[in-house]
């Protein structure tokens, strides 16, 4: 059965680092992007990164441009996601995702892209 499973959340301090992990377990896993989204009570999932696995491209958003990046085991079919330089805007509930197909510049970010979500891991952040 294919799941989508997160690790790796925990509570920092502001500057500080965490590394999150989705695993994407199954017998087959044939769909080519995983991304992760954020989402805080009361507020829209908001996309933050995404790798396109067949073709190695990596997405994120504004916000944690530069501080964030993706990197994929693909022995293990896990994605992980390196956060430096933590802010307390960070703070939130990170998903995971899966998508059939492919992404790309135009839908990485849209939560509608992905079809199997995990149940998230929280990530706090303190000042």
């Known amino acids: 059965q294919l799941q989508v499973v997160e690790s790796g959340g925990g509570s920092v301090q502001a500057g500080g680092s965490l590394r999150l992990s989705c695993a994407v377990t199954a017998w087959t896993y044939n769909g080519n992007c995983v991304g992760w989204f954020r989402q805080i009570p009361g507020k829209e999932r908001e996309g933050v990164a995404a790798?396109?696995?067949?073709?190695?491209?990596?997405y994120y958003s504004d916000s944690v441009k530069g501080r964030f990046s993706l990197s994929k085991d693909l022995g293990e079919n896990t994605v992980h996601l390196q956060m430096n330089n933590l802010k307390p805007e960070d703070s939130a509930m990170y998903y995971c995702?899966?998508?059939?197909?492919?992404?790309?510049?135009?839908?990485?970010?849209?939560?509608?892209?992905?079809?199997?979500w995990g149940h998230g891991t929280q990530v706090s952040v303190s000042s």
């Open positions: 790798l396109y696995i067949e073709g190695g491209t990596t």
């Open positions: 995702a899966a998508a059939e197909g492919a992404c790309g510049e135009s839908n990485w970010n849209l939560p509608a892209t992905y079809y199997l």
